[in-house]
């Protein structure tokens, strides 16, 4: 709150844009009716809970999400036929993907259209990263990746077909083998601290040319977040 105070009105909406992924968390665990919720999002567990209960009464990237999958359920409940003519913002949204990916999908489209180079930058290495993870666990447990990854594009398709160890992202991904690497720590802990240490590193590589702006205390912030 008090760095939000100090900024600017358009660099406060790239400090939301930021923490925009809590609020997806936090309105992921409201729905399945867990008590989690965490404060670095920007709207409050009753603003979340309002969302949640009428979506049409927002405007925002997330909210058309919401809507776009209570109207579909709401038809499929009453038996309603979907109007093909429908040129409303939601009825571009594809409700047959789970709800938890179409709303990571929307957030991570909307960093990479900030005009912050560190949103852009952090936030497709966090995918990336959160991918692989999650990828390399389907693994071990007998799922298949594409059921887990998210998102869209050919780094994504790759998670999701191939058999290589480094999911054949050698060319796309330049720190796909340290990623591998840590992820095959037989200690938990050291892998976490690794994984921890990757992020601050990277974090700093994507402003290394900013010095006193908007992307070096967004950096600071993440790096908040990380220790």
């Not at 009753?46 to 997330?62: G, N, R, S, V």
């Not at 209570?70 to 789970?98: H, K, M, N, W």
């Not at 005009?115 to 666990?137: L, Y």
């Amino acid at each position: 709150d008090d760095i939000s105070a100090q900024i600017s009105s358009s660099d406060r909406k790239h400090l939301e844009l930021l923490y925009r992924r809590y609020d997806i968390e936090n309105i992921l665990s409201a729905r399945e009716g867990k008590s989690k919720f965490n404060p670095l999002g920007n709207l409050t567990q009753d603003e979340i809970a309002e969302l949640l209960m009428h979506p049409e009464k927002f405007d925002t990237p997330l909210s058309r999400v919401l809507n776009a999958y209570a109207e579909a359920t709401r038809a499929q409940e009453s038996g309603e036929t979907i109007d093909p003519f429908d040129s409303t913002p939601q009825s571009t949204i594809d409700v047959e993907l789970p709800l938890s990916n179409q709303l990571w999908n929307t957030y991570y489209d909307m960093c990479a259209k900030s005009k912050s180079s560190f949103i852009r930058q952090w936030t497709e290495f966090e995918q990336i990263t959160r991918n692989v993870i999650a990828a390399t666990s389907a693994r071990k447990s007998g799922i298949a990746p594409k059921d887990v990854v998210v998102g869209r594009g050919e780094i994504i398709e790759l998670l999701a077909k191939s058999q290589a160890a480094d999911f054949g992202l050698k060319e796309q991904v330049e720190y796909i083998d340290t990623l591998v690497q840590i992820l095959e720590t037989p200690n938990i802990l050291d892998g976490e601290k690794r994984l921890d240490k990757m992020r601050w590193d990277m974090a700093e590589e994507f402003t290394t040319y900013d010095y006193f702006n908007m992307n070096r205390i967004l950096c600071y912030l993440v790096k908040i977040n990380i220790i």
